[in-house]
Structure formats: structure tokens, C-alpha cells
T-cell receptor, first 116, second 109 residues
Framework: NAGVMQNPRHLVRRRGQEARLRCSPM?????VYWYRQLPEEGLKFMVY????????ESGMPKERFSAEFPKEGPSILRIQQVVRGDSAAYFC??????????????FGPGTRLLVL | GQNIDQPTEMTATEGAIVQINCTYQ??????LFWYQQHAGEAPTFLSY????GLEEKGRFSSFLSRSKGYSYLLLKELQMKDSASYLC??????????FGAGTTVTVRA
């Protein structure tokens, strides 16, 4: 059973460009979470999605950032007009829901974004 | 708000035991998780506590006291491959994980 997949693993962008980060959850998982990890800091929650629905985007900056999890295909975290402060590791996690309870979140390998 | 504290660094000798403490103050609680993260890699799930007490899983054990807002991760018979960052995370009443900054454990020969 393949784990959570993320691509690309490394992404370099110049200021003002767009970054698109992809996440395929573990097989059978329909809940996806995105986290950001800045150097020397803990992972910070950004957004929680189910298929075709954004459940909680309270951790995501209001501007330039958006996320989706379409019916078919991976979840996408999109950052428009990137700035140097967006440089970080972006991790995706997925989980099952069983008997109404969300289970353990399993993480992908992350995408390391560098903005020049 | 969420406040999760753990030591920044710990060093121990191969074969020894190390205990990583985590204290938390959160607005909701629905479980405490420990993850291991090697440099440049994904956090991997180690353990989960939702009730008070000790959970043992091979060389790793995790303890929780909800009344004290306290947990620890115990690593026994340390191996060089255990050198990594260990992340304490609290899940709120629904699903959101709040992470500490991580404890970097260095195992020396």
C-alpha cells in the first residue's frame, strides 16, 4: 500500500511566479491536510479538505494561497505570486474516517519550496 | 491558542535510554501523537495516547497525563538510526494537529 505521495519534492520559483504542490493521499483515505514547516519551527496547520470540499482553511493566508481536492486526482496547494517568505517545506497528510472519528494522520515526504 | 513545549535538543549514548518530555496547553484535546522526522523526510507516526497511562510499542513507549498536560516519549536501547527530530502533536477536539517545534535527538557511539 503506497503511502502519501507528494510532488515535486523540490521546487524553485522566482518571486512573483506561481507554485503548485500536489498530494495524493494513501489509498482509501478521503481526508487531506496541508501543513507548512519553516526552518527551526514546528509544523503549522494550513487547511483540511475532503473530496470537493474545504472543511477548514483557518491556517491558510487569506491572499495568494488556495487549495483544492477534486473528485478525481490529487489535492493541489497553489501559491500565487510567491515571495521569499513562502520558502518552506509543505507537508500533506491524509487520514481515514471510521465510525465518525478521524484516525491517525500519515504524512507525505513534503515539497521543499525555495523562492529566489 | 495552542502552546506545546518540548526541549530543543538531547544527546545520548548508543544503548542508553532517553526521555523526551512534552507539555501542552490547548483549547481542546482529542489525543496526543508522537512522530519521528529524519532530516529532509516525512514525519512518521510513532505513537498515540488519548487516555492517561503508558503505551508501549517495542523500544518506544509514550505516556500521557491529561490533568497535568504532560506527555513523554521514552526511547530504549538507543540505536544510531534513532538520531532524528521527535515531534509532539496534540489533536484538538476534531482533527487539527498542533505541533511542538521538535526535539533533535543525537545518538553518539
Amino acid at each position: 500500500n503506497a503511502g502519501v505521495m507528494q510532488n515535486p519534492r523540490h521546487l524553485v520559483r522566482r518571486r512573483g511566479q506561481e507554485a503548485r504542490l500536489r498530494c495524493s493521499p494513501m489509498k482509501g483515505h478521503s481526508h487531506v491536510y496541508w501543513y507548512r514547516q519553516l526552518p527551526e519551527e514546528g509544523l503549522k496547520f494550513m487547511v483540511y479538505l475532503q473530496k470537493e470540499n474545504i472543511i477548514d482553511e483557518s491556517g491558510m493566508p487569506k491572499e495568494r494561497f488556495s487549495a483544492e481536492f477534486p473528485k478525481e486526482g490529487p489535492s493541489i496547494l497553489r501559491i500565487q505570486q510567491v515571495v521569499r517568505g513562502d520558502s518552506a517545506a509543505y507537508f500533506c497528510a491524509s487520514s481515514l474516517q471510521r465510525e465518525g472519528l478521524l484516525e491517525t494522520q500519515y504524512f507525505g515526504p513534503g515539497t521543499r519550496l525555495l523562492v529566489l | 491558542g495552542q502552546n506545546i513545549d518540548q526541549p530543543t535538543e538531547m544527546t545520548a549514548t548508543e544503548g542508553a535510554i532517553v526521555q523526551i518530555n512534552c507539555t501542552y496547553q490547548t483549547s481542546g484535546f482529542n489525543g496526543l501523537f508522537w512522530y519521528q522526522q529524519h532530516a529532509g523526510e516525512a514525519p512518521t507516526f510513532l505513537s498515540y495516547n488519548v487516555l492517561d497511562g503508558l503505551e508501549e510499542k517495542g523500544r518506544f513507549s509514550s505516556f500521557l497525563s491529561r490533568s497535568k498536560g504532560y506527555s513523554y516519549l521514552l526511547l530504549k536501547e538507543l540505536q544510531m538510526k534513532d538520531s532524528a527530530s521527535y515531534l509532539c502533536a496534540v489533536r484538538d477536539q476534531d482533527y487539527k494537529l498542533s505541533f511542538g517545534a521538535g526535539t533533535t535527538v543525537t545518538v553518539r557511539a
